[in-house]
């Protein structure tokens, strides 16, 4: 079909059209306390063994077009041997793409991972003759905060909704295909966006080929085939090598939310369930508001629980004491750090 040169188009030329796309972030961290950290607890994620991995980590699937991101999520189940797996992002059976397939207990991250932004690119079909010129300025309507109801076929409440598209731009024209690029807020319905950008035009539009390349942080470039994922399974039990552990990538790599660093004593406390005190903070993001999700971390790196903040930057820069977060899930087990009250 006429529309399979775009594809070959953007897959030529898609480091240049992703560079153009990604959001550039700044990192600005607040030292409250400089604290070393105790070698004998813990683990840097980057150190953990394959085992320790397949029980707190993701495997970055490039899901094909035909099953559900259930049934991949299943059969990567089957084939690492695991009790537990869970998908971050449905796909749609035609879509194909970046889908991060969560392991045993990375599970309990999945919900606070689904709000991490979502990258594509894709082939939009008008239904009548457009210019490119009238496709650019559609393209401008539709970027920043719009409105977007649900498709009857998915499984949420079909109520209007606010979703950001950060980004998106036409990247090549073929009669009236156009291969598009797009950064969007989760659960932004692109399907949905193609219709909508028809309807305003009053051509008629719909998507007729998509594919995630990215969620937060994981690129299409760190993503496996299942055939190739159950190959370096075999590889790993029967000839003991490591080659599966680069395919696993640590939990905190996924991780999308301003975080805050705890000093060792306080870890414990906080997988215990405990409210985090200011006193055992060694580090914050800045910019964080009071009531905010945010990733609890060690000195090491390791996740330790999602929270929700209950002061805000500001208020735990200028406090000595108070409690400045909440655990909401926590992931890291009781006893990877002694006890310290």
């Known amino acids: 079909m006429q529309y399979k040169a775009l594809a070959t188009t953007w897959q030529k030329n898609r480091s240049n059209h992703r560079r ?19 070698p004998r607890y813990g683990k840097k994620p980057s150190e953990r063994t394959v085992e320790e991995l397949l029980d707190l980590g993701f495997v970055i699937i490039d899901k094909p077009c035909g099953p559900s991101s259930h049934e991949v999520s299943s059969w990567v189940k089957k084939l690492l ?16 793409g970046v889908l991060p397939v969560a392991l045993n207990r990375a599970t309990k991250s999945v919900g606070f991972l689904l709000k991490s932004t979502k990258e594509y690119v894709g082939i939009m079909q008008f239904h009548k003759p457009v210019t490119p010129e009238k496709v650019k300025e559609l393209f401008r309507q539709f970027t920043g905060e719009i409105q977007q109801t649900p498709p009857l076929r998915s499984a949420v409440r079909k109520v209007q909704r606010k979703r950001k598209v ?26 949905k966006l193609c219709h909508d950008i028809g309807k305003i035009s009053k051509l008629g539009a719909h998507m007729l080929e998509l594919r ?27 000839k003991k090598n490591d080659e599966l552990a680069k395919h696993i990538v640590p939990i905190e790599s996924l991780l999308n939310l301003k975080r805050i660093w705890v000093k060792d004593s306080a870890v414990e406390a906080v997988c215990s369930g405990a409210a985090l005190a200011v006193p055992g903070i ?4 800045e910019n964080m508001a009071k009531d905010e999700e945010i ?22 820069a200028e406090n000595k004491n108070g409690m400045a977060a909440k655990p ?12 310290c009250w």
């Open 20 to 38: 153009r796309g990604e959001k550039i972030s700044s990192e600005n961290i607040i030292i409250k306390s400089n604290e070393g950290t105790d």
């Open 81 to 96: 041997k695991i009790k537990k797996t869970g998908h971050t992002g449905t796909l749609d059976p035609n879509v194909s």
């Open 166 to 191: 950060y980004y998106l731009d036409a990247l090549e024209f073929y009669n009236q295909n156009v291969l598009f690029h797009v950064v969007c807020e989760a659960g932004t319905y692109i399907r």
């Open 212 to 238: 995630r390349i990215k969620v937060s942080k994981i690129s299409e470039d760190k993503s496996i085939k299942l055939q190739d994922l159950s190959d370096v399974y075999w590889a790993w039990q029967e």
């Open 282 to 285: 060694a580090k914050f993001e």
């Open 295 to 316: 990733a609890i971390l060690s000195l090491k790196g390791e996740l330790v629980a999602f929270a929700k903040t209950m002061l805000s930057s500001k208020e735990i």
């Open 328 to 339: 909401m899930r926590v992931v890291m087990e009781k006893g990877t750090y002694p006890k």
